[in-house]
Nanobody, 121 residues
Framework: QVQLVESGAGLVQAGDSLRLSCAGSRRTFNSYAKGWFRQAPGKEREFVAALNWGGTTKLYADSVKGRFTISRDNAKNMVYLQMNSLKPEDTAVYYC??????????????WGQGTQVTVSS
């Protein structure tokens, strides 16, 4: 079992940057693929970014490509989502996930509790 805890919530203006962090409770977190998802009010949860366990493959949703970057720090059992040029439509609760496969669907085994990102226009 791996527990995930996100941090970095914030209220920012359009065009600003924000970095989300996700801490894994165990070193085995490093052997999993990681993903970031988000859910806006009244909408289904959607894929944002994913990173394979080796850190060599990164996947992004078209809506965030070129603006968001997923990265990791294995020494700290951490995964990050750097979000630049934020838009009001990026407003959502962001979730960190971990699992055996790098997926763009929500078929991950472990999930964090979510962290709120609000972007004002």
């Amino acid at each position: 079992q791996v527990q995930l805890v996100e941090s970095g919530a914030g209220l920012v203006q359009a065009g600003d940057s924000l970095r989300l962090s996700c801490a894994g409770s165990r070193r085995t977190f490093n052997s999993y693929a990681k993903g970031w998802f988000r859910q806006a009010p009244g909408k289904e949860r959607e894929f944002v970014a994913a990173l394979n366990w080796g850190g060599t493959t990164k996947l992004y949703a078209d809506s965030v490509k070129g603006r968001f970057t997923i990265s990791r720090d294995n020494a700290k059992n951490m995964v990050y989502l750097q979000m630049n040029s934020l838009k009001p439509e990026d407003t959502a609760v962001y979730y960190c996930a971990a699992g055996p496969s790098t997926r763009t669907t929500d078929e991950y085994d472990f999930w964090g509790q979510g962290t709120q990102v609000t972007v004002s226009s």
